[in-house]
């Protein structure tokens, strides 16, 4: 019995100090990564019509920090083959660390020659736009804002493979790896990552 209470009031001490490890109140100063990639998505047991799909893309692309403007740009889009190729452009945070600032503003002579001719200047580190972010938990099962069901499994779990390591996002618990089979989804789209997200400005009154 005495062991037991040892043990519970240890816990009971380190508790705090396990929340307070696991917040996400802390912030960082971030900048905007603009970038462009391709998404192929497969379905196998889930079809969806393209708006629905490139609308699916956007709010799970926003959640876990890419700014308003994500654009897509479709290249195949088939709901009967249940294939679907995307172009996405999109800015989200990265941390404003002097290898990233410079990441972002070292240019070639491409960059160079096309800012030349669209008539643009290239941004210089005191042009990038700085703004407080933070790391937010973020459950792909729970979350309302995405509102994915059993048949957003695949979906998320290629999201996970292609696009989700090229932004900045932490994972934390993955289970994709049991959401789909040749005889269709087995589970919910079980991931859970901790994503860099911009903090929200208070709503003036």
């Known amino acids: 019995m005495r062991t ?34 391709n998404f192929e998505y497969r379905g196998y047991a889930t079809m969806y019509s393209c708006q629905t799909l490139q609308d ?39 941390i ?24 643009e200047q290239l941004p210089a580190p005191a042009d990038l736009e ?23 499994c695949e979906l998320v779990q290629q999201l996970r493979q292609q696009i989700l390591p090229r932004m900045s996002v932490r994972i934390v618990n993955d289970k994709t790896s049991s959401c789909s089979s040749a005889f269709g989804n087995v589970g919910s789209p079980r991931l859970t990552v901790s994503a860099l997200v911009p903090v929200k400005e208070p709503l003036s009154r």
Not at 69 to 80: A, F, G, H, T
Not at 83 to 88: K, V, W
Not at 136 to 149: G, P, Q, T, W
């Open 130 to 152: 700085r703004f407080p972010a933070v790391w937010k938990e973020v459950s792909f099962a729970r979350n309302r804002d995405m509102r994915l069901e059993r048949g957003d």
């Open 56 to 94: 699916k893309l956007e709010i799970i692309l926003r959640t876990v920090g890419a700014r308003e403007n994500v654009r897509l740009q479709s290249y195949i889009c088939s709901e009967q083959l249940g294939i679907a190729r995307f172009q996405i452009a999109m800015q989200s945070p990265v």
């Open 4 to 37: 037991f209470s040892a043990r519970l009031a240890t816990l009971l001490v380190l508790a705090p100090a396990a929340v307070l490890g696991n917040s996400t109140d802390e912030q960082v100063t971030a900048v905007w990564k603009a970038q462009q990639m």
């Open 96 to 119: 404003a660390s002097e290898e990233n600032v410079r990441e972002l503003t070292s240019h070639d002579s491409k960059d160079e020659l096309v800012a030349r001719v669209n008539g």
